[in-house]
């Protein structure tokens, strides 16, 4: 069982950050459109919190598919899925009255998965088709839909979180570098530990 990774909360939902604060430097987007994990120095290197309502939840997004861990969830992934994640250290700011509300952890990290494999099975599945590359290969990606997505089982020793590896087939290349995914026995792990912190976004049936 994999499920697309995707924690509940974001920039917006419980908390608010500084607009200054949280954006990416400009450039970072290539290294993802590669498939490749991002330079350390792309990530801003503190955010600011401008609202809360709640506690800060330890997985959260500053925008879509920029990810911030706990140290909690830090120790967590290091013991299951140790190099498959680079933690990238971001220190937090708040006024104090927001600051307690928020009950910060002792550390955050922004996350740069570096798990890679080749495990979704292109052929056997809905694509969306994209424009052709200037060398004329023709580009496919995942459907909206996640549950008509089809991954093959896993092998000893690929990664528990990942992004997939694109995979060519004659002139057709199949993409999924925009989604991280996750095996059941890790996302039920970082369920029980932060319960309700993750969208429960199951790959296939």
């Given at each position: 069982?994999?499920?697309?990774?995707?924690?509940?909360?974001?920039?917006?939902?419980?908390?608010?950050?500084?607009?200054?604060?949280?954006?990416?430097?400009?450039?970072?987007?290539?290294?993802?459109?590669?498939?490749?994990?991002?330079?350390?120095?792309?990530?801003?290197?503190?955010?600011?919190?401008?609202?809360?309502k709640a506690p800060l939840p330890d997985?959260?997004?500053?925008?879509?598919?920029?990810?911030?861990?706990?140290?909690?969830?830090?120790?967590?992934?290091?013991?299951?899925?140790?190099?498959?994640?680079?933690?990238?250290?971001?220190?937090?700011?708040?006024?104090?009255?927001?600051?307690?509300?928020?009950?910060?952890?002792?550390?955050?990290?922004?996350?740069?998965?570096?798990?890679?494999?080749?495990?979704?099975?292109?052929?056997?599945?809905?694509?969306?088709?994209?424009?052709?590359?200037?060398?004329?290969?023709?580009?496919?990606?995942?459907?909206?839909?996640?549950?008509?997505?089809?991954?093959?089982?896993?092998?000893?020793?690929?990664?528990?979180?990942?992004?997939?590896?694109?995979?060519?087939?004659?002139?057709?290349?199949?993409?999924?570098?925009?989604?991280?995914?996750?095996?059941?026995?890790?996302?039920?792990?970082?369920?029980?530990?932060?319960?309700?912190?993750?969208?429960?976004?199951?790959?296939?049936?």
């Amino acid at each position: 069982m994999v499920y697309k990774f995707d924690p509940t909360y974001f920039n917006g939902t419980i908390f608010s950050l500084d607009e200054d604060t949280w954006k990416m430097e400009k450039g970072w987007s290539e290294y993802e459109r590669n498939n490749q994990p991002i330079p350390a120095p792309y990530f801003p290197k503190s955010l600011t919190f401008d609202g809360a309502k709640a506690p800060l939840p330890d997985m959260f997004h500053t925008t879509r598919d920029i990810i911030v861990f706990s140290e909690r969830v830090r120790v967590i992934i290091e013991e299951w899925a140790p190099g498959q994640v680079e933690f990238i250290p971001v220190a937090v700011h708040a006024p104090p009255k927001i600051a307690a509300r928020l009950n910060f952890a002792a550390a955050y990290y922004f996350i740069n998965v570096l798990g890679r494999a080749q495990r979704l099975r292109w052929l056997e599945m809905p694509t969306d088709k994209f424009r052709p590359r200037d060398d004329g290969a023709e580009i496919f990606g995942l459907p909206q839909d996640f549950s008509k997505w089809e991954l093959r089982e896993r092998v000893p020793g690929e990664p528990l979180i990942w992004r997939d590896t694109p995979w060519r087939n004659e002139n057709k290349e199949y993409r999924g570098y925009n989604v991280v995914l996750i095996e059941g026995v890790l996302w039920r792990e970082l369920d029980a530990n932060f319960p309700d912190q993750l969208n429960a976004l199951r790959a296939g049936e």
